[in-house]
Nanobody, 116 residues
Framework: QVQLVESGGGSVQPGGSLRLSCSAS????????VGWYRQAPGNQRELVAA???????NYADSVKGRFTISRDVVKNTVSLQMNSLKPEDTAVYFC??????????WGQGTQVTVSS
C-alpha cells in the first residue's frame, strides 16, 4: 500500500522559514516525479515546485529564489525548504508522486500559515 505523509507545516511570521518533508512508503521516490502543490481557500491547487525523476527541478515564479525542493534517496523523502515566507504562501501543502502519468499518489496535506 502506497502512502505519502507530509510533515513540517505550522505557523510562522512573514520572513520566516519552514521545511516541509514528504515521506513515502510503498514506492521509491527516485523513480517518480515528485511535486509540492498548495491550495489556499477558494483557490485552485497549484504546483509550487517539482523534482523530476532525473533530478532537475522546476519552481513556480512566485517562489523562485525562496523555496528549494530536494530529495533524499536514502531516507526516501522529498523536502521543501521555504524561506522568506509571505502571507500569500499560506495554504495547505501537498506532495504528489507521479509515475510518468500512469499513476500518481497524493499525501493528506499539511497546513502552512504565514501571519504576523
Amino acid at each position: 500500500q502506497v502512502q505519502l505523509v507530509e510533515s513540517g507545516g505550522g505557523s510562522v511570521q512573514p520572513g520566516g522559514s519552514l521545511r516541509l518533508s514528504c515521506s513515502a512508503s510503498g514506492i521509491i521516490f527516485s523513480m517518480y516525479n515528485v511535486g509540492w502543490y498548495r491550495q489556499a481557500p477558494g483557490n485552485q491547487r497549484e504546483l509550487v515546485a517539482a523534482i523530476i525523476r532525473g533530478g532537475s527541478r522546476n519552481y513556480a515564479d512566485s517562489v523562485k529564489g525562496r523555496f528549494t525542493i530536494s530529495r533524499d534517496v536514502v531516507k526516501n523523502t522529498v523536502s521543501l525548504q521555504m524561506n522568506s515566507l509571505k502571507p500569500e504562501d499560506t495554504a495547505v501543502y501537498f506532495c504528489e508522486a507521479d509515475f510518468g502519468g500512469y499513476v500518481n499518489y497524493w499525501g493528506q496535506g499539511t497546513q502552512v500559515t504565514v501571519s504576523s
